[in-house]
T-cell receptor, first 113, second 114 residues
Framework: SQQGEEDPQALSIQEGENATMNCSYKTSINNLQWYRQNSGRGLVHLILIRSNEREKHSGRLRVTLDTSKKSSSLLITASRAADTASYFCATVAPSGGYQKVTFGTGTKLQVIP | NAGVTQTPKFQVLKTGQSMTLQCAQDMNHEYMSWYRQDPGMGLRLIHYSVGAGITDQGEVPNGYNVSRSTTEDFPLRLLSAAPSQTSVYFC?????????????FGSGTQLSVL
């Protein structure tokens, strides 16, 4: 079963606007990661936020984590056409001595020039 | 560094055929994994390995076999292909044995089983 569920499933915005994607999960986690996937390509890591962190920034990306609500959000500011891609959250939780990485179903973002 | 290399990029099989998807990484990562990606279902973990000689099952291991004889290589074998295995397959690796770190992905193998 999916640990992370992204919302919305699809998002279309104009270039320059901000894009916000949300991720909800079910169990306690060690960290949460966001990945981007361009069409026909592999996933690329964007940012990792640990369970004891509430907010993290990387360039135009801002990630928040609320462990009490079991949710995270990814904000892309001043979006560009090149940001058009699918975005996935991945939760990391302990499992049998190892760390299990579970991906959500993704948000498809379209940025219109 | 080439990163994570997957071959082939595309493959068409007939039901019942077997094949091996290749994955190699040159980053000396101990942790390697295989995912399949299906529309609307995100990525699901098939098998993973925390080092040479150590493998374990993920969420959807049935119909797949893996082995890890070297740190660099982690092939995925389809024993008897079925149409339900039509998917895009991704290999990913990360440093550390326990997993949970940033994953580096290959570019994927698109598999069709007729």
């Amino acid at each position: 079963s999916q640990q992370g569920e992204e919302d919305p499933q699809a998002l279309s915005i104009q270039e320059g606007e901000n894009a916000t994607m949300n991720c909800s999960y079910k169990t306690s986690i060690n960290n949460l990661q966001w990945y981007r996937q361009n069409s026909g390509r592999g996933l690329v890591h964007l940012i990792l936020i640990r369970s004891n962190e509430r907010e993290k920034h990387s360039g135009r990306l801002r990630v928040t984590l609320d462990t009490s609500k079991k949710s995270s959000s990814l904000l892309i500011t001043a979006s560009r056409a090149a940001d058009t891609a699918s975005y996935f959250c991945a939760t990391v939780a302990p499992s049998g001595g190892y760390q299990k990485v579970t991906f959500g179903t993704g948000t498809k973002l379209q940025v219109i020039p | 560094n080439a990163g994570v290399t997957q071959t082939p990029k595309f493959q068409v099989l007939k039901t019942g055929q077997s094949m091996t998807l290749q994955c190699a990484q040159d980053m000396n990562h101990e942790y390697m994994s295989w995912y399949r990606q299906d529309p609307g279902m995100g990525l699901r973990l098939i098998h993973y390995s925390v080092g040479a000689g150590i493998t374990d099952q993920g969420e959807v291991p049935n119909g797949y076999n893996v082995s890890r004889s070297t740190t660099e290589d982690f092939p995925l074998r389809l024993l008897s292909a079925a149409p339900s295995q039509t998917s895009v397959y991704f290999c990913a690796s990360s440093y550390g044995r326990e997993g949970g770190k940033r994953l580096f992905f290959g570019s994927g193998t698109q598999l069709s089983v007729l």
